[in-house]
C-alpha cells in the first residue's frame, strides 16, 4: 500500500502560479510512477504529468505542455506540480497517483493508489 497526501491547492488569479505536493508514505515511493490527475466538476478525470520512478523521463498533456512541471525528491518520498501561467480551464480537484507501469501512463486505470486531491480554483 501506498498513501498519497496533495496539498498546496487554493485560489489564484489567471496568469498566477501553484505548486502542489504529493507526500507519499507505505511502500517505497521511488517504486512507483507518479502522475498528476485533475477532474473538473461535470467532467472525467483527465490526465495532466507523469514522471518515471528515478524523475529521468517526464510526460504531459498538451493543455499544460510548457506551463506545467511535474517532479519528485525520492529522498523526501514527495512529489510535485509546479503550475504556471494558470488559466480558469485549469479549475479543477488535482489528484497524484502512483502506479506499477514501466513507462509513463496517462490512463487513469493504469494507477493502483490515489490521493483524496486538493483543490485548484483559477478565477478570471
Known amino acids: 500500500q501506498v498513501q498519497l497526501v496533495e496539498s498546496g491547492g487554493g485560489l489564484v488569479q489567471a496568469g498566477g502560479s501553484l505548486s502542489l505536493s504529493c507526500a507519499a508514505s507505505?511502500?517505497?515511493?521511488?517504486?512507483?510512477?507518479m502522475g498528476w490527475f485533475r477532474q473538473a466538476p461535470g467532467k472525467e478525470r483527465e490526465f495532466v504529468a507523469a514522471?518515471?520512478?528515478?524523475?529521468?523521463?517526464?510526460s504531459y498533456a498538451d493543455s499544460v505542455k510548457g506551463r506545467f512541471t511535474i517532479s519528485r525528491d525520492n529522498a523526501k518520498n514527495t512529489g510535485y506540480l509546479q503550475m504556471n501561467s494558470l488559466k480558469p480551464e485549469d479549475t479543477a480537484v488535482y489528484y497524484c497517483?502512483?502506479?506499477?507501469?514501466?513507462?509513463?501512463?496517462?490512463?487513469?486505470?493504469?494507477?493502483?493508489?490515489w490521493g483524496q486531491g486538493t483543490q485548484v480554483t483559477v478565477s478570471s
Open positions: 497517483a502512483a502506479s506499477w507501469v514501466m513507462q509513463t501512463s496517462s490512463i487513469p486505470a493504469e494507477y493502483a493508489y
Open positions: 507505505g511502500r517505497t515511493f521511488r517504486n512507483y510512477n
Open positions: 514522471i518515471t520512478r528515478s524523475g529521468g523521463s517526464a
